[in-house]
């Protein structure tokens, strides 16, 4: 059974949609900026229409190129929560990456707590599947050593996760973090969840594109072009 179109009932071409949301998520631009940029070329959107084009097609383009091009992913993870401002609230981004920098998962959530981290942590052994981590490296918050000691007791002591609770060696993500805030600032903050949960999607997607971490995609502008091109085949 072949995959449904996503483009269909839309009335801009599907290479207009995938420009708007490739701008968006992979430069420091609002919906604003890419319409604007969009217009210098001949397209007149609104501003608005961006928006849902991100929304629908972030996270579209983040559940394909995961089936479809899954890298595999390392065993010593890097863990820790950034803030986003969300509804003029600060809101938790809870994200992992493995000792090479690649992003292993992302969750937003409205507390900072232990049902926020094993939630988080469920989530993200998920997604690597049959990568588990063989050590998380985290700051020294209570609510991760209390989350994979759970871990442990399920797994088994000749399975357990090592748990390394040093700051100083969690500059990784620290960093990662750094740049994903230099892509939001533009953005001044979400207006709702699931506008920010469809908007980080495409993001970190595209930033996982743009350091070539997924199969078959190479670094460069013209590589990420055809990548994201390839996931929506014209037979789709």
Known sequence: MSRRNPFKRHRFPREVILLAVRWYCRYPLSCRDVRDLLAERGITVDASTVHRWVRKFGPEIRKRAQARQRSWRGLQWHVDETY???????RYLWRAVDQFGQLIDFRLTARRDARAARAFLRQARETVRWHQPLAII????????KVIGEINGQRGPE???????????NNRIESDHAALKHRLRSMRGFQTLAGAKAALAGIETFRTIRKGQFKNCGTGVINEIDFVANL???AA
Do not use: C, E, N, Q
């Not at 986003?84 to 600060?90: E, K, Q």
């Not at 985290?138 to 050593?145: P, Q, V």
């Not at 399975?159 to 060696?169: C, Q, T």
């Open 138 to 145: 985290t700051d020294k918050a209570h609510s991760y050593a």
């Open 232 to 234: 929506f085949p014209v």
């Open 159 to 169: 399975s357990a996760i090592r748990h390394i609770d040093r700051k100083y060696l």
């Open 84 to 90: 986003v401002r969300l509804g003029g609230r600060w």
